[in-house]
T-cell receptor
Framework: DAKTTQPPSMDCAEGRAANLPCNHS???????VYWYRQIHSQGPQYIIH???NNETNEMASLIITEDRKSSTLILPHATLRDTAVYYC??????????????FGKGTRLSVIA | DGGITQSPKYLFRKEGQNVTLSCEQN?????MYWYRQDPGQGLRLIYY???????QKGDIAEGYSVSREKKESFPLTVTSAQKNPTAFYLC???????????????FGPGTRLTVT
């Protein structure tokens, strides 16, 4: 699977949008971009995924550049509960079964009151 | 409620002892995974299983063993051969088409193992 590059840490003021960048310049055409987050001492939680188009769900928005070499996760109104480590992962998703996720070190987001 | 359970939450062992970590899921998922996490680090894959009675080594399988006799269960044994067993261990599962959302991997709450 392709590797990703994320900044090690970011701060965001409570109520503001948090924009978390991810570079995945070697992504293949059949690889999806996934975002997970891990709140301290808990298991990671799925946030969102996308292939080419921008995606939005109740938690976040995912913006993927046209060349697919980078993406941005947007938390529109960050709260203190969004403080966590955010992981950007690329992976092929096969219908016949799933391959494991490969985690990097992620970005530690601190939401500040 | 559907989900993944890991027990116990905290586990303490003496060096030289084997220890087995439990992971159970009732999501009807075919695939299950074990990850290890050290402080300040991301998750590293130990073993995974895509179907009952079959499993593959991950990046750091040395010193660990698994079994997959039932779909619901994927226990991990940390053997005395594992040189640095103290870590946070996370189990996960995911499904294929017809078993929920194939793009999501669901994680348990983790077991924190301390070996002294």
């Amino acid at each position: 699977d392709a590797k990703t590059t994320q900044p090690p840490s970011m701060d965001c003021a409570e109520g503001r949008a948090a924009n978390l960048p991810c570079n995945h310049s070697t992504i293949s055409g059949n690889e999806y971009v996934y975002w997970y987050r891990q709140i301290h001492s808990q298991g990671p939680q799925y946030i969102i995924h996308g292939l080419k188009n921008n995606e939005t769900n109740e938690m976040a928005s995912l913006i993927i550049t046209e060349d697919r070499k980078s993406s941005t996760l947007i938390l529109p109104h960050a709260t203190l509960r969004d403080t966590a480590v955010y992981y950007c992962i690329v992976r092929v998703a096969r219908n016949s079964g799933n391959t494991p996720l490969v985690f990097g070190k992620g970005t530690r987001l601190s939401v500040i009151a | 409620d559907g989900g993944i359970t890991q027990s116990p939450k905290y586990l303490f062992r003496k060096e030289g002892q084997n220890v087995t970590l439990s992971c159970e899921q009732n999501l009807n998922h075919d695939a299950m995974y074990w990850y290890r996490q050290d402080p300040g680090q991301g998750l590293r894959l130990i073993y995974y299983s895509q179907i009952v009675n079959d499993f593959q080594k991950g990046d750091i399988a040395e010193g660990y063993s698994v079994s997959r006799e039932k779909k619901e269960s994927f226990p991990l044994t940390v053997t005395s051969a594992q040189k640095n067993p103290t870590a946070f261990y996370l189990c996960a599962s995911s499904g294929r088409e017809g078993q929920g959302k194939i793009h999501e991997q669901y994680f348990g709450p983790g077991t924190r193992l301390t070996v002294t």
